[in-house]
Nanobody, 119 residues
Framework: QVQLAESGGGLVQAGESLTLSCAAS????????MGWYRQFPGKERELIGG???????NMANSKEGRFTISRDNAKHTVYLHMSDLKPEDTAVYCC?????????????WGQGTQVTVSS
């Protein structure tokens, strides 16, 4: 089992930046992928991007530029760096952990952290 804990969400003004953290604990094996999604009320989760334990990064096209992902393998933590935030970025942001040879279907998920962007 892997447990994930997101932090760093909150209320920000439009145009500001925010960094979210997601720390993994438990049975962490490599190689693995950690990723970020967001969910709007009543909608399906939307992929933001992911990063492997080897450092390979994959961002959804629409997120390139304002959103970047990094990770610290020693801390088993993945970060989501968001800049120039807009009110339409308001959502619950959650991370996932895909174990070795796994897929999104077998991923572990965090509870999510609310990000609210005011205009």
């Amino acid at each position: 089992q892997v447990q994930l804990a997101e932090s760093g969400g909150g209320l920000v003004q439009a145009g500001e930046s925010l960094t979210l953290s997601c720390a993994a604990s438990g049975a962490i094996d490599s190689p693995n992928v950690m990723g970020w999604y967001r969910q709007f009320p009543g909608k399906e989760r939307e992929l933001i991007g992911g990063i492997s334990s080897g450092g390979a990064r994959n961002m959804a096209n629409s997120k390139e530029g304002r959103f970047t992902i990094s990770r610290d393998n020693a801390k088993h933590t993945v970060y989501l760096h968001m800049s120039d935030l807009k009110p339409e970025d308001t959502a619950v942001y959650c991370c996932n952990f895909i174990p070795p040879w796994g897929s999104v279907a077998s991923a572990y998920w965090g509870q999510g952290t609310q990000v609210t962007v005011s205009s």
